[in-house]
């Protein structure tokens, strides 16, 4: 699976949008990106993934950039109770369970 | 080294019987995780032990699942009376453990090593 980069910590205001950004550039054409964030002494959780097309749902956005380097992670409006570590992560297909390492993430916290 | 080993790889049951899945962490590993993947789906969190803490239930679906470990090693996922909603891929993973900070190998502790998955089928 490619390697993916991510900045180690960031701060957002409560109300306003939080941008995760996500570099994976050595991205092979099947594999996707996904999203997971784990709350501080609790299990990972899904957010989101995708392979080359915007995707949003309940919880987020993700935005990949055309050549699929790079992604961003979009909460429109940050509540205190998204503050977490947050993981990149790409993998080949939707039902690949091949072994999977996650990074040291971005550690997001929201500011009242 | 050893990874995270998981057994069986597969299992097919009949619907209304009980099946017990089985996760060996890597050794020295005191966080223990187990998920759910459903065919097109992401991974959904079940459980999440670490150390002698009470473990995080949250993610259990229903109570016909339940997990155990046994000090900082294997661990057994039963599912009772299974229903054909539960078939998945069943995925054990595992990490250093502690929350923040790097381990003596430079890795993250919180980066999870996972194996290769329990596929289950309940028919």
């Known amino acids: 699976d490619a390697k993916t980069t991510q900045p180690p910590s960031m701060d957002c205001a409560e109300g306003r949008a939080a941008n995760l950004p996500c570099n994976h550039s050595?991205?092979?054409?099947?594999?996707?990106v996904y999203w997971y964030r784990q709350i501080h002494s609790q299990g990972p959780q899904y957010i989101i993934h995708?392979?080359?097309n915007n995707e949003t749902n309940e919880m987020a956005s993700l935005i990949i950039t055309e050549d699929r380097k790079s992604s961003t992670l979009i909460l429109p409006h940050a509540t205190l109770r998204d503050t977490a570590v947050y993981y990149c992560?790409?993998?080949?297909?939707?039902?690949?369970?091949?072994?999977?390492?996650f990074g040291p993430g971005t550690s997001l916290s929201v500011i009242p | 080294g050893a990874g995270v080993s998981q057994s069986p790889s597969n299992k097919v049951t009949e619907k209304g019987k009980d099946v017990e899945l089985r996760c060996d962490p890597i050794?020295?590993?005191?966080?223990l995780y187990w998920y759910r993947q459903r065919l097109g789906q992401g991974l959904e969190f079940l459980i999440y032990?670490?150390?002698?803490?009470?473990p995080d239930k949250s993610g259990l679906p229903s109570d016909r699942f339940s997990a155990e470990r046994t000090g900082e090693s294997v661990s057994t996922l039963t599912i009772q009376r299974t229903q054909q909603e539960d078939s998945a891929v069943y995925l054990c993973?595992?990490?250093?453990?502690?929350?923040w900070g790097l381990g003596t190998s430079g890795h993250s502790y919180n980066e999870q090593f996972f194996g290769p998955g329990t596929r289950l089928t309940v028919l």
């Open positions: 050595t991205i092979s054409g099947n594999e996707y």
């Open positions: 992560i790409v993998r080949v297909g939707e039902t690949s369970y091949d072994k999977v390492i």
């Open positions: 050794s020295g590993h005191t966080a």
């Open positions: 032990f670490q150390g002698n803490s009470a």
């Open positions: 993973a595992s990490s250093l453990g502690t929350y």
């Open positions: 995708g392979l080359k």
